[in-house]
Nanobody, 117 residues
Framework: QVQLVESGGGLVQPGGSLRLSCAAS????????MRWYRQAPGKGRELVAT???????TYADSVKDRFTISRDNAKNTVSLQMNSLKFEDTAVYSC???????????WGQGTQVTVSS
């Protein structure tokens, strides 16, 4: 059974930092592209950052130069370091694991990030 468990969300002031983590189990982690998505109230889901199984990462323009995605294949974890947080970063952040060769796609339960003064 595949599980993705996020942690690290919370309340932070504008300009602050948070680090989200996603622990994966039940899958061959290094085969999967790992992504962080977010969904703000009343808005659609937005792809924030992608870590590819073969290496490399991409980011949404809205978070480029502020957020960094990283993965540890030995520990089956993917993290999202979020710096210089803005009010508009407030959302539920979810971890996603996707394997293109099979179409297998898994989601975590999400963690709330609130940026407020």
């Amino acid at each position: 059974q595949v599980q993705l468990v996020e942690s690290g969300g919370g309340l932070v002031q504008p300009g602050g930092s948070l680090r989200l983590s996603c622990a994966a189990s039940g899958l061959i982690f290094n085969y999967y592209t790992m992504r962080w998505y977010r969904q703000a109230p009343g808005k659609g889901r937005e792809l924030v950052a992608t870590s590819y199984s073969g290496g490399g990462a991409t980011y949404a323009d809205s978070v480029k130069d502020r957020f960094t995605i990283s993965r540890d294949n030995a520990k089956n974890t993917v993290s999202l370091q979020m710096n210089s947080l803005k009010f508009e970063d407030t959302a539920v952040y979810s971890c996603n694991a996707y394997r293109a060769s099979s179409g297998w796609n898994y989601w975590g339960q999400g963690t709330q990030v609130t940026v407020s003064s």
